[in-house]
């Protein structure tokens, strides 16, 4: 077995992968936490700690162990604390494509961005759900199955005002329309704005999950928003909304 000394002390190669195995996770999980709630738990974490080691030090007895009895349930209390965020985190790993990532066809691409931008001119409330890598089989169930290839014309039809779908959102899978009429989950929080209608807050709620693309078509104020993970990009016009979809798809 190889091994490095430095000043007396032995370092195999397995010690220096066992560290960049555990560098690597602590970066994946810095990466899945960052701009989420879990940086402000994981401070007030971090604020708890440093009461307990204080209070230790300078004799205060009761609180120590309060903090104590605290800290040696922290693994239940972060499991409780981080549930969705842990569902989600695993959803994505488990889920990840590693030797092929699939391109949007541009015929569909075309199809979808033009589609869009008509019912944003003529004001017609709408919700498409790009599937990506993780499984949206639940929300399909939860509408009605079309398995139909993707056209202008249909997505037109399915959300045109008094339709028996235009409530629901449309899911694309493979640039196919998988199901219409799907109920998604709702956002709910103070981060959300209340200014906010049932599709967006569906839209974020969705892309809070899950890997998934979700596409707002306001029919108040005839704008086009794009949500991926849990954040709202309004106001996209057709150049800007191609972009989006075919680097989120691509990715």
């Known amino acids: 077995m190889s091994v490095i000394s430095f000043g007396g002390i032995t370092i195999s190669w397995r010690d220096i992968l066992d560290i960049l195995i555990v560098s690597y996770l602590f970066y994946l999980i810095i990466v899945l936490v960052k701009g989420t709630r879990a940086v402000?738990?994981?401070?007030?974490?971090?604020?708890?700690?440093?009461?307990?080691?204080?209070?230790?030090?300078?004799?205060?007895?009761?609180?120590?162990?309060?903090?104590?009895?605290?800290?040696?349930?922290i693994f239940l209390v972060i499991v409780i604390l981080f549930q969705k965020d842990i569902r989600r985190a695993l959803a994505v790993v488990g889920a990840k494509r590693i030797f092929s990532k699939e391109k949007i066809e541009e015929k569909i691409l075309d199809e979808l961005v033009l589609a869009l931008v008509k019912m944003a001119e003529k004001r017609i409330g709408a919700i498409v759900v790009l599937e990506k890598n993780?499984?949206?089989?639940?929300?399909?169930?939860?509408?009605?199955?079309?398995?139909?290839?993707?056209?202008?014309?249909?997505?037109?039809?399915?959300?045109?005002?008094?339709?028996?779908?235009?409530?629901?959102?449309?899911?694309?899978?493979?640039?196919?329309?998988?199901?219409?009429?799907?109920?998604?989950?709702?956002?709910?929080?103070?981060?959300?704005?209340?200014?906010?209608?049932?599709?967006?807050?569906?839209?974020?709620?969705l892309?809070?999950?899950?890997?998934?693309?979700?596409?707002v078509v306001s029919e108040e104020r005839g704008t086009i928003s794009v949500a991926i993970g849990g954040k709202l990009t309004s106001a996209l016009d057709e150049v800007r909304l191609r972009r989006v979809v075919q680097t989120v798809l691509e990715r």
Do not use: M, Q
């Open 40 to 73: 402000a738990v994981i401070y007030g974490l971090a604020v708890v700690i440093v009461f307990y080691f204080l209070a230790g030090e300078f004799g205060f007895y009761t609180l120590h162990w309060l903090l104590g009895n605290f800290l040696s349930y």
């Open 134 to 205: 993780i499984p949206l089989g639940d929300i399909i169930e939860r509408g009605v199955e079309l398995k139909a290839k993707l056209s202008k014309e249909l997505l037109l039809s399915i959300f045109y005002p008094g339709s028996p779908l235009h409530d629901g959102a449309v899911i694309l899978r493979k640039g196919k329309i998988e199901a219409a009429g799907c109920v998604l989950p709702l956002a709910v929080g103070i981060k959300h704005r209340s200014d906010l209608g049932t599709r967006h807050r569906a839209a974020i709620g």
């Open 207 to 215: 892309t809070e999950e899950c890997d998934a693309v979700s596409i």
